[in-house]
């Protein structure tokens, strides 16, 4: 990969904004020929490794690629690369594609520069909990970063050692299949829940930043549900792991998982840990209405007719009403209102801009997310009765009614009642593609998905198939690696 050509003094560590991950300043003299000698200097390559969180794409692109990109909201704004995310149509040379590939590959080129020298560094003062934990925090930090590519773009280099050589030999590699790189993805989370705690002690801004044995197990249920040969017992075991750990996850209020005031709540497993300043979340400026902005130019990632109108069908108010808010525009909205000082919807998870420089944090794993998966594993083993129940502890907390008779008549009912829930639930938290895909339904879900262009009367055509359900290759890799071919 061209990243890898690149000396460690430019990716393995950066500047002090990693402090809100671990409370360390990576440092930056050493480069890949340099042995770590130091407790401290592994310590900073694993700040590192978490730095990359803060990499757009888990700021804001996994956004425009799971929801906008979906039938849960439409581009907004004026940028036409998010334009081609929205209509499905995106080329291999939107900026975005080359962006967050190389971000991704950049951080499980950390990852793996601490997997290598972790077990080398000689500093007594390392004690051996602590390294093997370590260890344990890069192969969940790997697995994650391999989990978002291979959900992205579907067959993708595989790479699990460091390299900065400029050899073609070293540098250009072929493709993966998928579930070679799930079967990876899977290797690192059993490495990672042996090597983790459940905690690292009592201080929450630790152990919701960092990874643990309940996040290694969390992903490990996604992963076993998203894969192309789907494990559902196996889900199930780390979910039930999830969920009797020591950590103490628990279901919170809906509204506060979301008020910006509840960072590293019990429903959280791993969380952004945004500060504010120069450890802000620049997204929030993005989506947000001018009455809380403070600006006054079109914003991005608006919510859906169809979602509006899916939360308004269920009568489910505290989840709309944390998840979206109207307010009136001085611009035309083709989807909601062709004429200015029309109400129109913004998505509202995020609640303070804060001069692009919010602390509102994004989930990474929640809860919430977890239950529903354990609802549709039950259901995929036509366990219906036991989905119902784990559906319903969502539903009632957010002060609705059980699911009705018909959700239990069959497993295909109750496969379209969990995907509705976790419509409503999840909704700008970047799940909702995935959704779409691991449910087979991607493509007759966005064929069928009627949004009416006020401009001309007419629906939006998505001209949805099964090509456009990985994402292009960027070109730029392209024209570097002739071992990679188009998607």
């Given at each position: 990969?061209?990243?890898?050509r690149?000396l460690l003094?430019?990716?393995?560590?950066?500047?002090?904004?990693?402090?809100?991950?671990?409370?360390?300043?990576?440092?930056?003299?050493?480069?890949?020929?340099?042995?770590?000698?130091?407790?401290?200097?592994?310590?900073?390559?694993?700040t590192?490794?978490?730095?990359?969180?803060?990499?757009?794409?888990?700021?804001?692109?996994?956004?425009?690629?799971?929801?906008?990109?979906?039938?849960?909201?439409?581009?907004?704004?004026?940028?036409?690369?998010?334009?081609?995310i929205?209509?499905?149509?995106?080329?291999?040379?939107?900026?975005?594609?080359?962006?967050?590939?190389?971000?991704?590959?950049?951080?499980?080129?950390?990852?793996?520069?601490?997997?290598?020298?972790?077990?080398?560094?000689?500093?007594?003062?390392?004690?051996e909990?602590?390294r093997?934990?370590?260890?344990?925090?890069?192969?969940?930090?790997?697995?994650?970063?391999?989990?978002?590519?291979?959900?992205?773009?579907?067959?993708?280099?595989l790479?699990?050692?460091?390299?900065?050589?400029?050899?073609?030999?070293?540098?250009?590699?072929?493709?993966?299949?998928?579930?070679?790189?799930?079967?990876?993805?899977?290797?690192?989370?059993?490495?990672?829940?042996?090597?983790?705690?459940?905690?690292?002690?009592?201080?929450?801004?630790?152990?919701?930043?960092?990874?643990?044995?309940?996040?290694?197990?969390?992903?490990?249920?996604?992963?076993?549900?998203?894969?192309?040969?789907?494990?559902?017992?196996?889900?199930?075991?780390f979910?039930?792991?999830?969920?009797?750990?020591?950590?103490?996850?628990?279901?919170?209020?809906?509204?506060?998982?979301?008020?910006?005031?509840?960072?590293?709540?019990?429903?959280?497993?791993?969380?952004?840990?945004?500060?504010?300043?120069?450890?802000g979340?620049?997204?929030?400026?993005?989506?947000?209405?001018?009455?809380?902005?403070?600006?006054?130019?079109?914003?991005?990632?608006?919510?859906?007719?169809?979602?509006?109108?899916?939360?308004?069908?269920?009568?489910d108010?505290?989840?709309?009403?944390?998840?979206?808010?109207?307010?009136?525009?001085?611009w035309?909205?083709?989807?909601?209102?062709?004429?200015?000082?029309?109400?129109?919807?913004?998505?509202?998870?995020w609640?303070?801009?804060?001069?692009?420089?919010?602390?509102?944090?994004?989930?990474?794993?929640?809860?919430g997310?977890?239950?529903?998966?354990?609802?549709?594993?039950?259901?995929?083993?036509?366990?219906?009765?036991?989905?119902?129940?784990?559906?319903?502890?969502?539903?009632?907390?957010?002060?609705?009614?059980?699911?009705?008779?018909?959700?239990?008549?069959?497993?295909?009912?109750?496969?379209?009642?969990?995907?509705?829930?976790r419509?409503?639930e999840l909704?700008q938290?970047?799940?909702?593609?995935?959704?779409?895909?691991?449910?087979?339904?991607?493509?007759?879900?966005?064929?069928?998905?009627?949004?009416?262009?006020?401009?001309?009367?007419?629906?939006?055509?998505?001209?949805?198939?099964?090509?456009?359900?990985?994402?292009?290759?960027p070109?730029?890799?392209?024209?570097?690696?002739?071992?990679?071919?188009?998607?």
């Open positions: 990969m061209k990243i890898y690149i003094l430019l990716f393995a560590f950066s500047a002090a904004s990693c402090n809100d991950f671990l409370d360390l300043s990576p440092i930056s003299e050493e480069t890949e020929d340099v042995a770590y000698e130091k407790a401290s200097q592994i310590e900073a390559a694993l590192g490794v978490y730095e990359s969180f803060q990499a757009e794409y888990y700021v804001w692109d996994n956004v425009l690629f799971q929801d906008v990109r979906s039938d849960n909201h439409y581009a907004g704004g004026d940028n036409p690369e998010i334009f081609q929205d209509l499905l149509n995106i080329s291999s040379t939107n900026s975005r594609l080359f962006t967050n590939w190389s971000n991704i590959y950049n951080a499980i080129a950390k990852a793996n520069v601490v997997l290598e020298q972790a077990p080398q560094v000689p500093d007594p003062a390392l004690t909990e602590r093997q934990q370590i260890i344990g925090e890069a192969h969940f930090l790997r697995a994650f970063h391999y989990y978002t590519l291979v959900n992205m773009w579907g067959e993708v280099p790479i699990l050692e460091f390299t900065s050589s400029a050899d073609p030999e070293a540098t250009d590699v072929p493709k993966s299949s998928i579930e070679a790189v799930y079967a990876q993805i899977m290797e690192d989370l059993g490495v990672a829940i042996d090597l983790l705690p459940d905690t690292y002690g009592s201080d929450a801004s630790v152990n919701k930043a960092r990874a643990t044995a309940g996040a290694a197990n969390a992903l490990a249920a996604k992963a076993s549900l998203q894969r192309p040969n789907p494990d559902f017992n196996a889900a199930l075991e979910i039930s792991s999830v969920e009797n750990s020591a950590a103490g996850y628990r279901l919170i209020s809906y509204p506060d998982l979301f008020d910006g005031n509840h960072y590293n709540n019990d429903e959280s497993i791993i969380e952004a840990q945004y500060l504010g300043g120069n450890e979340n620049f997204g929030p400026q993005l989506v947000l209405p001018p009455s809380i902005s403070g600006d006054t130019w079109r914003k991005f990632v608006t919510p859906s007719q169809d979602l509006v109108n899916t939360f308004l069908a269920e009568n108010q505290i989840r709309l009403g944390a998840s979206v808010l109207f307010e009136n525009v001085n035309v909205d083709e989807y909601w209102g062709n004429a200015v000082g029309s109400s129109i919807p913004f998505t509202f998870k609640k303070s801009a804060n001069a692009w420089a919010s602390t509102n944090r994004p989930y990474f794993l929640r809860l997310d977890i239950i529903l998966l354990k609802a549709e594993a039950l259901a995929q083993l036509n366990r219906l009765s036991e989905a119902g129940v784990e559906v319903n502890r969502i539903r009632s907390r957010v002060n609705l009614p059980d699911l009705g008779a018909s959700a239990f008549i069959n497993q295909q009912n109750m496969m379209d009642a969990i995907l509705k829930e419509r409503l909704a938290e970047s799940q909702r593609w995935d959704d779409l895909v691991r449910h087979g339904r991607v493509v007759s879900v966005m064929n069928s998905l009627i949004e009416i262009d006020l401009r001309t009367r007419q629906p939006t055509e998505y001209n949805m198939d099964e090509s456009k359900i990985y994402l292009p290759i070109q730029e890799e392209l024209d570097r690696n002739p071992q990679l071919d188009p998607n």
